[in-house]
């Protein structure tokens, strides 16, 4: 079973900046479609970002919330996907999770998602 590990969590004061990681334990890992999420405190779990990677390879979506601030990429070399945060305010605190979906579905819906890393916390002072 694939497992999908996250890194570069952490605590930054607002207008900060932080990278997420999240690598996949297999190499020859290859989903259609990697994203992120965030849980808030008290809220559902909500869609951050996505990147495609075996269909309309590299294309990439924003949530309104984070779009000009936060940047996905994937390093397909290192099959580690990045989630680059730039201007950091305090609502972006939450947990934040990299997933992967291996059959296309909804791009934006969690459910959509078979693979889940294990959470990173980013916390985000004013």
């Known amino acids: 079973q694939v497992r999908l590990v996250e890194s570069g969590g952490g605590l930054v004061q607002a207008g900060g900046s932080l990278r997420l990681s999240c690598a996949a334990s297999e190499r020859t890992f290859s989903p259609a479609v990697m994203g992120w999420f965030r849980q808030a405190p008290g809220k559902e779990r909500e869609f951050v970002a996505r990147i495609t990677i075996t269909w309309n390879i590299g294309a990439t979506d924003y949530a309104e919330s984070v779009k000009g601030r936060f940047t996905i990429s994937r390093d397909n070399a290192k099959n580690t996907m990045y989630l680059q945060m730039n201007s950091l305010k305090p609502e972006d605190t939450a947990v934040y999770y990299c997933?992967?979906?291996?059959?296309?579905?909804?791009?934006?819906?969690?459910?959509?998602?078979?693979?889940w890393g294990q959470g990173a916390q980013v916390t985000v002072s004013s």
């Open positions: 997933a992967a979906m291996t059959a296309i579905g909804p791009l934006r819906a969690d459910y959509a998602y078979n693979y």
